[in-house]
């Protein structure tokens, strides 16, 4: 079965309306063998706060080292959002088996009357996925209510009630009190049930749990909260610390810490204070466990800063209460104008959104892209009828998002609100990624097809027309149609996947040569922009580098080869030694591909591994390096092998720092190899230029040290660093999956004030990878441009070259036959042991491309 016949499969479960009871749930896990029955769960209910409180649980266990599940509702873009394993989405291919189990009992279900609902199913696909990936914990939000929701199919060793406000009145009940008594029977068996409810319904989650402990806000320092009652866990929200974070304190009778979270707004304080209590009721996490799992706990379009000039805000708000705190917090800003982009569902109180709302200067009302959208007219009245500024109204949240952008100044404010799918249709902006294919022959084209899900018959119709230019992207369903009508008109392809569902992104692969693109996005530039159409062209024209000439006006035909992918610009050597400059000199691979030489000072990696932990052989080292052309001197002070022990920090620095101050003034830029943020800070401070970061941000602090350095980040994929050896991770596609992961760790750098020329994407060679995943990356290795960053290729003398009958100590000739095929295929930055074979690899290479540019002896 293919990935889209399964998602339509269960989409089309929408159609059987929710009714109470875990009773189909449950029969539907028999059916499956019960596969959830050793995995331990956490339950979170709440009217609001129950997708931040559970991923704020999840990274606290994960960085405890436990293996967690989570599954929460609903998703941004993709129906895989909803189940995760250790953060990374549950496969095409796993929901495609799913389904496959699934399909025949659940249409005799249907054909009694009684067939499971689209969350019911979900929920077995969650369960199912935790159970055969064998997780240590699994979190699981809660759909509606508590007593009656499908989730409650399990018996949790922890939950909690974060919050209650008037919602579903119809199955829930008709006051605050009978909705906690409903939530309230999420309680566990064994352990105090957590809450953040207060008054009345807190006495309804009493009648019910019995045993709870509350958590609260210290107002002022008062030992009570406003309703007469002490919590039992004090939260302090201390206000932020910079535009992306905030500080917070907890108290317990027994144990407090302080941390910075990435989620901002009091409420968010209170949902960490209830995370950090349940993840000690499944273990005793130490503090420091707390409160790094907590500031690494991103959740995307909830009060999510994406840019500061102007103050850029997506927050997913869909209730008025959620309207009221995302106003408190945003209250905390400075800002001039208020830019709002508002787009709801019918079924909400809309003027009591906007009355909660600050009042805007101007509005810009959209409609996401699902029949379950208000009409943009309805709610621009709303905002008329409020007072607000200037209203107008767009097709789509896109084009509403570049209006409000277009009329923004530096100083203003532009914030996205109404509801988690405006909120994903305008992140979009931010997170597509236009993959530029490399088809070289029918088969490149076959496989460009299958994987964006395109159904056999069109795959066999036009593998054939896939032979110039071949552009994979993901669309709104009415993007991919116009874009799909406009392609055709002008004589190129496109290939849409079999996923047809208003309020999920649609694979498409655009076929063309060069000339039909250029046509196809002036022509989307030019007209009227409707359903976010310039943006699509915008990112069409980068993706292509349109600007830089590859098409003519005359619309004559290049060679029909993929173009060069960037690699970068001549090194000068001015910024050598010196911290916070290098974005003011030119990178070295602006305009081609630079070399970066590893220097461990170490005595344990995996090749170099005590040759130069002496400082004086380690500055010997350095010098050669530059003396064979290096552009980038890479020094790392802790092994990631296989099996390799940490090393504490102190150790770390004392074997990096020194030989840093002593090479710091070699005509090259100096690179720290590091997972810490504390040693990246000192070396830069010692004088390096950029830090490699092998785990992708793991360290909360490591991105904003970057951003105040001003220096390069390499952001590399790992799923395990230190690698654990025979670890088995399921790609649908390793090179797009990839991708997919890396765009959300970019997003983080750039948020915290780096430009995408300053990030460096490493896919993490050998890490969480098999050889033919290593290979079919260097093979694909362009397609990580579609990033908008430098890309670093490191495989030097890695064991992926078994594959091709090279042991260790046998690999220096097939790493320097990769580094070649990496540079001819576009890699910006190729990180080698071997310096003098592998700066040969790059300069034949690069002269084979081009010989008439690159020519060393001149």
Not at 48 to 75: C, D, F, I, Q
Not at 181 to 188: G, L
Request: overall charge negative; aromatic content about 4%; hydrophobic content about 40%.
């Amino acid at each position: 079965m293919e990935y889209h016949e399964a998602a339509d499969f269960l989409f089309d479960l929408r159609r059987f309306r929710p009714k109470p009871g875990t009773a189909s749930t449950a029969r539907l896990l028999a059916h499956l063998g019960n596969p959830h029955a050793d995995v331990d769960f956490v339950q979170i209910a709440g009217s609001n706060g129950k997708g931040s409180t559970a991923r704020m649980l999840e990274r606290t266990l994960r960085e405890a080292g436990y293996s967690v599940g989570l599954y929460t509702s609903p998703h941004l873009e993709d129906l895989r959002e909803r189940v995760r394993v250790d953060g990374r989405k549950i496969p095409q291919s796993a929901v495609s088996e799913y389904v496959e189990r699934v399909r025949e009992y659940i249409t005799e279900r249907a054909a009694d009357g009684e067939s499971p609902t689209f969350f019911e199913t979900m929920t077995g696909l969650a369960l199912w996925q935790f159970g055969r990936e064998d997780v240590d914990v699994a979190v699981l939000e809660v759909g509606i209510g508590g007593k009656y929701d499908a989730t409650s199919v399990v018996d949790p060793i922890a939950s909690t009630v974060t919050s209650v406000t008037l919602e579903h009145t119809g199955i829930l009940g008709d006051t605050e009190s009978e909705i906690a008594r409903d939530k309230a029977h999420v309680a566990p068996d064994d352990a105090p049930l957590v809450t953040a409810v207060t008054g009345e319904p807190l006495e309804a989650v009493r009648d019910v749990a019995g045993d709870v402990v509350t958590v609260g806000t210290d107002l002022d320092g008062a030992d009570e909260s406003d309703d007469g009652t002490n919590p039992d866990v004090r939260v302090t929200y201390e206000g932020r610390t910079n535009h992306t974070e905030a500080a917070v304190s907890i108290d317990a009778d027994d144990w407090d810490l302080e941390t910075r979270i990435p989620l901002l707004g009091e409420h968010q304080a209170i949902n960490a204070g209830i995370a950090a209590v349940l993840a000690r009721q499944v273990d005793d996490i130490s503090d420091a466990t707390l409160e790094r799992g907590l500031r690494s706990a991103h959740w995307p379009g909830r009060f999510e800063v994406m840019d500061t000039e102007p103050l850029v805000v997506l927050d997913g708000a869909h209730n008025p209460g959620a309207c009221e705190r995302l106003a408190e917090t945003l209250a905390t800003y400075d800002y001039d104008d208020l830019h709002l982009v508002f787009g709801a569902m019918h079924d909400k109180d809309h003027r009591e959104m906007v009355a909660a709302l600050p009042t805007p200067d101007a509005v810009v009302t959209a409609e996401p892209n699902l029949d379950r959208a208000e009409d943009r007219d309805v709610l621009a009245a709303a905002f008329d009828d409020a007072g607000a500024g200037a209203v107008r109204t767009e097709d789509a949240v896109q084009d509403a998002l570049a209006a409000a952008l277009e009329d923004a100044d530096g100083d203003d404010c532009v914030l996205v609100t109404g509801s988690l799918f405006a909120v994903a249709e305008a992140r979009s902006r931010w997170t597509r990624t236009d993959v530029p294919k490399r088809v070289r022959d029918l088969a490149d084209a076959r496989d460009a097809l299958e994987g964006a899900n395109v159904a056999p018959g069109d795959v066999e119709r036009l593998d054939g027309d896939a032979v110039h230019r071949v552009v994979r992207t993901a669309l709104r369903d009415r993007q991919a149609t116009v874009l799909k009508e406009e392609l055709l008109r002008l004589g190129g392809e496109c290939a849409l996947s079999g996923l047809d569902r208003d309020d999920e992104v649609v694979d498409a692969v655009l076929m063309g040569t060069l000339a039909q693109f250029e046509s196809l996005v002036e022509t989307l530039e030019t007209r009227a922009r409707p359903h976010g159409l310039a943006d699509v062209a915008r990112a069409l024209r980068e993706t292509l580098e349109l600007d830089a000439g590859n098409g003519d006006e005359s619309g004559d035909e290049t060679d029909g080869e993929p173009s060069p992918a960037k690699p970068s610009l001549g090194y000068s050597g001015s910024a050598a030694g010196t911290t916070g400059d290098a974005t003011e000199s030119e990178y070295p691979w602006t305009d081609r591909t630079a070399v970066m030489g590893i220097l461990n000072v170490t005595p344990d990696s995996f090749h170099d591994g005590g040759r130069y932990d002496a400082l004086e052989d380690a500055v010997t080292r350095a010098e050669e390096l530059i003396e064979a052309d290096v552009d980038v001197i890479d020094v790392g002070g802790e092994s990631t092998r296989p099996g390799a022990d940490p090393v504490p920090v102190e150790e770390e620095l004392d074997r990096v720092v020194p030989l840093v101050e002593r090479i710091a003034d070699l005509d090259a830029l100096i690179s720290v190899d590091t997972r810490r943020a504390a040693v990246a800070d000192a070396a830069l401070a010692a004088g390096a230029d950029i830090i490699n970061d092998v785990t992708g941000l793991e360290d909360p602090e490591m991105r904003f040290v970057a951003a105040e350095h001003d220096a390069g980040l390499v952001v590399m994929h790992s799923i395990d660093a230190p690698v654990v050896p025979d670890r088995d991770i399921d790609y649908d596609d390793v090179v797009a999956d990839v991708i997919d992961q890396l765009s959300e760790r970019v997003l983080l750098a750039e948020k915290a004030g780096l430009d995408r020329e300053q990030i460096i994407v490493d896919p993490g060679i050998g890490f969480g990878k098999s050889a033919a995943e290593n290979f079919e990356i260097l093979d694909r290795i362009d397609e990580f441009h579609a990033l908008g960053c430098p890309v670093l290729f490191g495989h030097s003398r890695k064991s992926m070259f078994a594959k091709v009958g090279h042991e260790a100590g046998e690999r220096l000739q097939p790493t320097v036959a990769a580094t070649a095929l990496a540079a001819d295929r576009g890699a910006d930055l190729i990180r080698v042991h071997d310096a003098d074979e592998n700066v040969a690899a790059v300069r034949t290479a690069l002269a084979a491309r081009d010989p008439e540019r690159f020519d060393w002896d001149s």
